[in-house]
């Protein structure tokens, strides 16, 4: 991961609420930016609303919902910290255009592909395709705004990453009430399944997106600079280190490992460190509880009578709760 985003504290006594919230604002560029995620983190919980309703529509089963959320948590046990060594050498601004573009083509071609194979091939590489944009960004922020403000950047960002959940499953349960609308009235010459019209905004949100990152041309230009510099540096330390050895005509590789490296020490940090274990236990178990809602929810809204409208009404009221 990078270095350039430090998102713990310094210190045990800093105040945990950004005082000022609405100065970080006042920075060129950064507005655009939040905006992007908020857009871009929306779609992506209507998306996975729409995706977990196929599932099951298609699927049949419970297994068939927990098999597509599989196929969106493993990359990140993965590929995350690796995701981050490729983000640091990789033009930022073009790496978050381009996911944001993949998403969109992605979810586009999904209801042309209508099947679990297919909802479990595109959700991983959408996963593949957020954890590149998650560090290109985290990356970028400090870039973007003066260094006091990062606190309420990092605060800002897990509103715009989080918050969003129920206000996703609130829009997903209008835009399945409107396609029954669209239906019921044969608005259009054709049948519209509840899911697509969720889709296809969800892809409309990632082209917004990538409309307002591929806007900041001046400031990605001067962060690429930097950017490379650093390398530059990296590079030189690592060539002085290297002298005499045979390393001349090698292939410049990313070192895949340092990724690898930096999870087993964070696991031996969580095991050597009392109360960041009992922390994370705390917020695994609770997870479990609050994830194991994700599959069950869909049949439980199905025995209330409802659809994947009730249900996304069940996970809205899970990420309020959630959010408090």
């Known amino acids: 991961m990078s270095q350039e985003a430090p998102f713990v504290p310094r210190s045990a006594n800093d105040d945990p609420m950004p005082p000022n919230m609405l100065a970080v604002f006042r920075e060129y560029g950064y507005w655009r930016l939040f905006l992007a995620q908020v857009v871009s983190s929306l779609g992506d919980w209507i998306g996975i609303f729409a995706i977990l309703a196929i599932a099951a529509r298609v699927g049949g089963s419970e297994a068939a919902i927990s098999l597509v959320m599989i196929a ?25 255009v381009i996911c944001d573009l993949g998403r969109a083509g992605l979810l586009i071609l999904l209801p042309f592909w209508n099947s679990l194979i297919g909802l479990v091939v595109i959700s991983f590489l959408l996963e593949i395709l957020s954890l590149l944009w998650g560090p290109a960004k985290d990356a970028s922020v400090p870039h973007l705004i003066n260094k006091k403000h990062l606190a309420t950047a990092n605060s800002l960002g897990l509103v715009a990453a989080y918050g969003t959940f129920p206000l996703g499953s ?137 659809g994947p409208a009730a249900f996304s009404l069940l996970m809205a009221a899970l990420g309020t709760g959630a959010a408090v």
């Not at 993965?78 to 995701?83: P, V």
């Not at 002298?243 to 940090?269: A, C, L, N, S, W």
């Open 72 to 96: 969106r948590i493993v990359p990140g046990f993965f590929l995350a910290s690796i995701g981050g060594l490729l983000v640091d050498k990789w033009d930022r601004r073009r790496t978050m």
């Open 170 to 306: 609130i829009v997903f349960a209008g835009l399945s009430r409107l396609a029954e609308y669209f239906n019921s009235n044969d608005v259009f010459s054709f049948s519209i399944d509840k899911e697509f019209l969720a889709l296809w905004v969800d892809g409309s949100t990632f082209l917004v997106s990538a409309a307002l990152i591929f806007s900041l041309t001046r400031i990605f230009k001067s962060i690429r600079q930097e950017q490379l510099k650093t390398l530059a540096k990296k590079q030189k330390k690592e060539h002085e280190a290297n002298k005499g050895r045979k390393t001349f005509g090698k292939p410049k590789r990313i070192d895949v490992t340092k990724g690898i490296r930096e999870i087993k020490d964070g696991y031996y940090f969580i095991g050597k460190n009392r109360l960041v274990r009992g922390v994370m236990l705390g917020l695994g178990v609770g997870i479990l509880g609050g994830g194991a809602l994700v599959p069950l929810g869909n049949k439980y809204a199905e025995i209330l009578g409802g």
